[in-house]
């Protein structure tokens, strides 16, 4: 391989010649550092497209660019496909777009072609409505061409032929991008995954964070690690910015096609539906046993919802984070739909803080992508509080509302049990549009639990001790009957009171029934918050 | 097919109780002695051709006046899903059909002296080609290799290189005899209807004059013109830039056709088979026109003048390191990766309905 120009003077050598670079753009960083980063337990960016694609299907682009290594007192190197392997390829039968950073190049650090193919890339995703994968790696420039006052920016001239805003950072998307963190995501690779509708991280070899342990030792003098920065532990639990973070590569790149496979490809378009084996009128007949009729019991909302979804399956997302609330996609009769369930297992179901910092960021996903929203019920309301008040409670019961106001796709919501407080309403109420809610003979609607209501309404004979315990139990045993499910139906303040076996069958009929508003509410531009 | 239809109405006068149909490869196609608003509706309402009929060759079709020439007017440069072919001389039709076809014996027409029969061919070649259609290989050729020679001074005939990518060979130039550096038509691609320019390196190695700019200006009108989203621009290039002039209309000109390509929202995949130098480069969608595709070969020269394309940094091999260009071609894989592209940038489709599931 030769940086220089090329000597050839007939078609054959030119054309040997074109093979020969092609085969060295393949090299990536030679076979010691293919070596040494295999050893590191992670896999080659052509390990992980392939791993991605259907067999056979990926085309590259942009193997012929070179970039040079330039670091003082060092020989130059020359870095193969200037670190980042780029193409497009089939995910489930759909195109999709890839861009891959190259870990055995300068750590997956970008050189100024590979900027360029990674901008080429974006934009015909964006132009043509395709989803970007982005297997992020490093993602960084190479610090050696970023230093000195060139940080001050490209000028607006972009690639040759190619659409220069592709570039920019810009909101305006319509195709989703997905992020895959396999390696150390610093700046550009983390603000990325910020933005992205769906991102997956690799625990253990893979971190995130706003900067490096060297940038964090210069700033502030601290001594760290990246895993202590950005840890997948940290993000899972603590975050919440990631959705889904895998033990290995392998499973974060299964994860990415899941994904891809209910998604739609990009926001003017409906997610394709799938009907598989499993039918809709299937009748659940063990959901009866799932959920106790006592309000204080816990069970495991999961495992309604994958008794509900086609063959059980549910693509949680930010599973270890507010577990008081499931987001997923899945699908019922064929149709993606995104679940907002509350769990009664963890702080009995809540709405809490991040339980709505969750909820809200899937529900504008969700809207910016034409997915109706499935919500399923049993919450005893906001949870309130001086610990919450501090957290900015406030502020995050208003997002709700906005969230849930300003949605358009369809709606639809099974009140299973307890239905309390204002949240009813903003998970799928009638009240903010939805389109169809129908409660379980369990369900029980009202602005708060009996309790809360008494010692509300009666707070002065209760602090007097008026009230014996037979009569609190009388007043309770009363507001418990005023707030059943079925009242709400008789006035059709909701659709129907279901038995809990047709939940399934219910859902897969009120998803066709919205599907001619789908088609003509099909979204033109993205509207979500950052993870 | 029946193409004689379209001239059962030459040298008639207007036809009485509307408008005929004929179906000319497989399309409708309104009829039309005269252009009036409602010969305007009504093919727009069938989306079909809209064939004017205006005279004989040779004779001084029925000036358009009043109410027409308001409809003409109103229809210059609109987008429409059908294309207006005129059989004609009459100034006002020519400029209405400007985004179409003309036959003519005299005056600004894309084909010039041919007999009702030749007109007769040409215009269902034209209407058939217009759109999409079933797939069709190529015209078995020798290999690209030995109609273009490597060295970037030889020349070759580009059209040579045209014919033997489309499909069937076949394809219907706009504006024949005009501008010999640079030919325009409709051709398909793997079945797909696409506006093509292609260079001819022979003729004063491709620069293009005024009258080029023009072609290639009223191609991408073409391309825009097309449904949903337009037709797609496939070009091949090898010029070395612009006739220089020395008046301002020149310059005008010259802007005007870069401007008019740079922002066309249209597909645009560009196949550098030679030299792309300066403007002439951006009007065919090679260099600095947001082109989709730029696909050099081998033997690709890129530079702002002459010179700069003749020095180390204007070789393909130099765009390609810097990716400025994604890729190189083998000149014989063209076709398949222009069909490619346009299969590529038809765009992700709606997958709403979709049977079990296919392995993902």
């Known amino acids: ?531 | 097919m029946n193409a004689g239809l379209v001239f059962a109405a030459w040298g008639l006068g207007p036809v009485p109780g509307g408008l005929p149909l004929a179906v000319i490869a497989g399309r409708p196609v309104t009829l039309t002695t005269e252009l009036s608003t409602e010969a305007l509706a009504v093919a727009a309402r069938r989306r079909s051709a809209l064939v004017l009929v205006a005279g004989r060759p040779n004779a001084v079709g029925p000036a358009a006046t009043g109410p027409d020439a308001v409809a003409l007017a109103g229809l210059s440069g609109t987008r429409r899903p059908w294309p207006i072919v005129a059989v004609t001389t009459s100034p006002w039709i020519a400029r209405a059909a400007d985004l179409g076809l003309m036959v003519g014996a005299t005056g600004p027409a894309d084909h010039d002296g041919l007999d009702e029969a030749g007109a007769a061919a040409l215009v269902a070649a034209f209407l058939e080609l217009a759109f999409d259609g079933p797939p069709e290989p190529p015209v078995s050729v020798r290999s690209l290799l030995e109609i273009v020679p490597f060295g970037i001074d030889r020349p070759y005939a580009g059209a040579e290189v045209l014919e033997a990518i489309i499909d069937g060979g076949r394809w219907v130039e706009f504006d024949a005899g005009a501008a010999a550096e640079v030919r325009t038509g409709i051709a398909r691609i793997e079945g797909r209807s696409v506006g093509v320019a292609v260079s001819e390196p022979a003729v004063g190695r491709g620069v293009l004059s005024r009258a080029g700019l023009a072609r290639v200006e009223r191609l991408v009108r073409w391309c825009e013109a097309g449904p949903d989203g337009g037709r797609p621009l496939v070009s091949l290039v090898d010029t070395d830039g612009v006739t220089p002039w020395d008046d301002a209309e020149g310059a005008v000109t010259l802007r005007d056709a870069a401007t008019a390509v740079r922002r066309s929202p249209v597909v645009k995949v560009a196949v550098v088979m030679g030299r792309a130098v300066g403007l002439g480069a951006t009007v065919l969608a090679a260099v600095g026109a947001r082109a989709d595709l730029v696909l050099p070969w081998p033997r690709a020269r890129f530079g702002l003048t002459s010179a700069d394309a003749a020095g180390a940094s204007g070789s393909a091999w130099s765009a390609a390191q810097e990716a400025d260009v994604v890729d190189l071609a083998h000149p014989d894989d063209t076709r398949g990766r222009v069909a490619e592209a346009l299969e590529l940038f038809r765009g992700a489709r709606c997958y709403a309905e979709v049977g079990e599931e296919d392995g993902s």
């Open chain 1, 1 to 531: 391989m030769g940086a220089g120009p090329a000597t050839a003077n007939t078609w054959a050598e030119a054309l040997a010649e074109l093979e020969t670079r092609r085969e060295a753009g393949r090299q990536m960083g030679g076979p010691e550092a293919v070596a040494r980063l295999r050893a590191r337990g992670k896999l080659t960016p052509r390990d992980r497209i392939e791993l991605l694609f259907d067999p056979g299907t990926f085309r590259e682009v942009g193997e012929l660019a070179i970039g040079l290594i330039e670091v003082p007192g060092r020989a130059d190197r020359e870095a193969a496909a200037d670190g980042v392997v780029t193409g497009w390829g089939l995910v489930g039968g759909r195109r999709v777009m890839v861009v891959a950073d190259d870990g055995t190049i300068t750590a997956g650090a970008r050189g100024p072609a590979a900027n360029r193919k990674a901008a080429y890339l974006r934009g015909l995703a964006e132009r043509h409505g395709y989803p970007l994968v982005l297997l992020l790696e490093s993602s960084a420039n190479r610090f050696q061409s970023m230093m000195g006052a060139q940080f001050a920016g490209e000028s607006g001239a972009g690639p040759l032929g190619t659409n220069p805003p592709s570039a920019r950072w810009t909101r305006d998307g319509r195709s989703p991008i997905v992020c895959a963190v396999l390696g150390t995501a610093l700046g550009a690779a983390s603000f990325q995954t910020m933005d992205a509708e769906f991102s997956t991280l690799a625990a253990g070899t893979a971190a995130m964070a706003l900067a490096g342990p060297p940038v964090v030792q210069g700033g502030i003098g601290v001594e760290t690690t990246t895993q202590q920065l950005g840890s997948g532990e940290q993000h899972a639990t603590v975050t919440g910015f990631i959705d889904q973070v895998a033990e290995d590569e392998a499973t974060c790149l299964a994860g990415v096609r899941r994904f891809l496979g209910l998604f739609p490809d990009n926001s003017r378009e409906l997610p394709p539906r799938r009907i598989g084996g499993d039918p809709a009128d299937r009748r659940c007949p063990e959901l009866v046993d799932l959920v106790p009729l006592d309000h204080r019991k816990p069970y495991d909302m999961k495992q309604l919802v994958e008794a509900v979804v086609d063959d059980g399956e549910l693509l949680e997302l930010r599973a270890r984070y507010a577990r008081n609330i499931i987001t997923g996609y899945a699908r019922i009769d064929g149709w993606t739909v995104g679940i907002i369930a509350n769990q009664p297992r963890h702080l009995g179901g809540i709405v809490d803080v991040k339980a709505v910092v969750k909820a809200v960021r899937f529900a504008q996903i969700c809207n910016a992508y034409n997915i109706p929203l499935v919500f399923l019920q049993d919450q005893p309301g906001f949870i309130v509080g001086p610990d919450s008040e501090r957290e900015g409670a406030l502020r995050q019961v208003v997002r709700l509302m906005n969230a849930a106001y300003g949605a358009t796709v369809p709606m639809l919501t099974v009140l299973v049990r307890k239905a309390y407080g204002f949240s009813t309403w903003l998970l799928g109420g009638r009240a903010v549009g939805a389109d169809h809610v129908v409660a379980w003979p369990s369900g029980s609607i009202s602005l708060a639990a009996p309790e809360i209501g008494v010692a509300t309404l009666l707070r002065n004979e209760l602090a007097a001790g008026e009230l014996s315990e037979a009569r609190q139990l009388e007043l309770y045993a009363s507001y418990r009957q005023m707030s059943q499910a079925r009242w709400a139906a008789y006035d059709f303040r909701i659709d129907d009171v279901i038995d809990p076996a047709d939940t399934r069958s219910n859902l897969a009929a009120a998803l066709t029934m919205v599907e001619g508003r789908r088609r003509g509410a099909l979204r033109t531009r993205r509207e979500f918050d950052t993870a």
